[in-house]
């Protein structure tokens, strides 16, 4: 699962994952945010719905980062005004940076489980003291992958190895596809 393979993903239009707008629990979550000039990273962002969105809401330090080139090219054209330097092509596990947030939308679940660990660490080191890290995460298992599932029961602890105020509760804003499947989390440094 390397850029190769999302780029042929994106090209041969093979993306379940994308609903087409930013994630409803996600858009709840915003709402509690006060910062606008908070800075914001928003990993494996894919068609970066959520960046739109808050940008739209007058949030001018979001950085979106993914691997691959398609869903990043699809996002310049859906938003011409979205400032270039903010537009990141890479790696999240090699990226270098610091944020207050960093916001979690399907990357989690598209990275081999035996990288959470490291992912978590990441996360970590990206953010500010007191920064925070939230998102959905899907409650289920799934064959193959990716996506890969999992459960609360394994994040709770994997997320308390860094972080504090690790909350994790089921959704009540998914779409009905996942309605039951989601829980949404937020942790601080």
Not at 5 to 24: C, F, M, N, P, V
Request: hydrophobic share 35%; glycine share 8%.
């Amino acid at each position: 699962m390397d850029v190769n393979y999302w780029s042929l993903r994106y090209q041969k239009e093979q993306t379940g994952w994308d609903i087409g707008e930013a994630s409803r629990p996600l858009v709840q979550l915003f709402k509690e945010f006060e910062d606008k000039e908070a800075k914001i990273l928003i990993p494996g962002c894919g068609n970066a719905y959520e960046a739109e969105y808050l940008f739209n809401e007058g949030y001018q330090n979001v950085y979106l980062l993914d691997m691959a080139k398609e869903p990043l090219n699809d996002f310049i054209k859906r938003n011409p005004n979205f400032p270039s330097n903010q537009i990141l092509f890479g790696d999240f596990f090699k990226h270098i940076g610091s944020y207050d947030i960093i916001v979690e939308q399907t990357f989690f679940c598209a990275i081999n489980p035996n990288l959470r660990t490291l992912y978590v660490d990441k996360c970590h080191e990206l953010l500010n003291h007191k920064g925070r890290i939230l998102g959905v995460l899907f409650n289920r298992d799934f064959e193959g992958g990716p996506p890969f599932g999992g459960s609360i029961n394994q994040y709770v602890p994997l997320f308390k190895q860094k972080f504090s105020n690790v909350k994790f509760e089921y959704s009540k804003y998914s779409i009905e596809p996942r309605s039951g499947s989601e829980v949404v989390f937020s942790c601080e440094k």
